[in-house]
């Protein structure tokens, strides 16, 4: 039986969270919440849900940005191709073709397409810059190793309105000593 947070070998953590555990020494990922786009046995790709960069969508988003969930700015989604833009979007009435679904209800959708060739509603719509990338077996191996804990995402993760408490809030909603983990300081030589 495994631990809570630490995934059996071999399954998927498609549409769930990898939450950094503390402290994770790279700075990418320091404190990170990530939601998984894909993991397969060729890798893994995902997007950081909790670092807002306080930057304004570049011109050709302009139809997109008045539909982004707020805080309304560019996340560092990770740091592969990090001038590569991805789009997760909740959407009502959407138009087949021009989204990839990740889960019920939420997948990723393509830019360079209007709004109304997307969908007949774009209920929430969270862009980021650049991503998360595994290559084979790589995220298996950072599991095993206890980098990460994977939980279920809930939708309100992907759209939160407080980003930057996010891995706090994730944590701390699984109760017991992981809930404990979440007040841990982030310079754990200070406690």
Known sequence: MSSPGIPPTHTTCRGKLLVATPPLTDPNFDRSVVYVLEHTADGAVGVVLNRPLDEDPPGELMTWTPLMSHPATLFAGGPVDEGALIALARLEGPVDGAWSQ????????????DPDEVAARVLDLRVFRGYSGWGPEQLDDELAEGSWMVFGAELSDVFSTSPTNLWRAVLRR???????VANAPDDLSAN
Request: charged share 15%; glycine share 22%; no cysteine.
């Open 174 to 180: 699984q109760g017991g000593r992981l809930a404990w």
């Open 102 to 113: 990740v889960t019920d209800g939420l997948g990723s959708i393509d830019l360079m397409l």
